[in-house]
């Protein structure tokens, strides 16, 4: 099959785009807004962009509470969404008003950063500390803003729980990262396997 995405009549029960763009992180971003309520939601529009330095980005639909909190404050955290921690991520993930607790509504314990003043998932097996460097519309091909807002994040701290450190690398078969595939589907993959590049 082949369709355009102008039309988008791919003539399926839901939009496979998502699905063939997978799997993808979680981002799981924690934030405090000015009022001092804090924020704690899961984007699937989320990755690493960049190693030197590190930067993170996070893509909003909307002007929601994490992006607010980010935007105004300059700063977040990214959590670590492994399998024991996925339905309380989930949790997080409910429609509430501005100044709910999520960590609160997902019984998950907020500690201050150590060098934001954002919160992060104390559970997490791993933890970025953010701040902000940008913020970004995107552009359609014919020049219309995207409805998605994207918020670029300079990695400043790193938080990990020895517990899934195994010689002198994190061990993904401890960690179990979760990722989002299509549609409401989650995938946990902890079986890995090594290759290398070839040597030319």
Known sequence: MFYTTDTNRHG?????????????????IGSKGRDGS?????????????DRPKLVMFSSAGRKHSQ???????????????????EKMNTSS????????????????????????????????????CKVTETLVPMSLSGEDCENIMVFG??????????????????????????RMGYMDYSEDSNVFEMFRPQV
């Open 12 to 28: 399926l029960a839901h939009d496979p785009f998502k699905a063939i763009v997978a799997p993808r992180p979680i981002g799981w």
């Open 38 to 50: 804090i924020n704690l939601a899961p984007y699937s529009f989320f990755n690493a962009i960049s």
């Open 68 to 86: 607010r909190n980010a935007v105004e404050t300059g700063e977040f955290t990214c959590n670590f969404v492994s399998r024991n921690l996925v």
């Open 94 to 129: 409910a429609a509430v008003d501005y100044g709910v607790d999520e960590f609160a509504l997902a019984g998950l314990t907020a500690r201050k950063g150590e060098l934001v003043d954002a919160p992060y998932v104390a559970e997490a097996f791993a933890v970025l500390e």
């Open 154 to 179: 300079q990695v400043i701290g790193i938080r990990i729980d020895e517990t899934i450190i195994r010689d002198g690398r994190l061990d993904m078969a401890i960690a179990r990262p979760v990722a």
